[in-house]
């Protein structure tokens, strides 16, 4: 397992990993462009890949301007295996690195990334959208 910071030349694999998942499906997946994928990478945050075999199993992308998790994903193939885990830990170190603002994110309902985030200290504070749940974490709640 080789985790790293994610790059443009990884956006295809990037991509196939999040039109792969089984839940937080994105239905039109026109919403979530290759031009995206760059912004959120170079202008907006940083992302983290983990690779196995030379492909790419699961990734996270924190956005600094809306302080907010842009994505955590794996493939459904290498879930729970804690590479979710190190990915979230990396992204939320180097986060908390660059602003103590608190960080929010939102997920579906009932889901097992619902129970992941609860499980790693994400507090519930609300209803995103139409039926997501919505999280925070502030950067105190993180280095305890």
């Known amino acids: 397992m080789i985790f790293r910071e994610a790059t443009i030349a990884d956006i295809p694999q990037i991509m196939h990993v999040r039109f792969a998942v089984k839940e937080n499906v994105l239905n039109n997946p026109s919403l979530v462009t290759d031009a995206d994928c760059i912004e959120y990478l170079t202008v907006r945050g940083k992302g983290w890949v983990c690779e196995m075999d030379g492909s790419i199993v699961g990734f996270s992308i924190a956005d600094l301007?809306?302080?907010?998790?842009?994505?955590?994903?794996?493939?459904p193939s290498y879930e729970a295996?804690?590479?979710?885990?190190?990915?979230?830990?990396l992204m939320m170190d180097w986060y908390f690195s660059q602003t103590k603002e608190t960080v929010w994110l939102s997920t579906e309902a009932n889901s097992r990334a619902e129970t992941?985030?609860?499980?790693?200290?994400?507090?519930?504070?609300?209803?995103?959208?139409?039926?997501?749940v919505k999280f925070e974490m502030d950067f105190e709640d993180w280095i305890t």
């Not at 200290?121 to 997501?132: F, T």
């Open 65 to 75: 301007k809306e302080h907010n998790i842009w994505a955590l994903f794996m493939h």
């Open 116 to 132: 992941f985030y609860k499980m790693n200290g994400w507090r519930e504070v609300g209803i995103y959208g139409k039926d997501e």
């Open 81 to 89: 295996k804690g590479i979710g885990k190190q990915l979230h830990k």
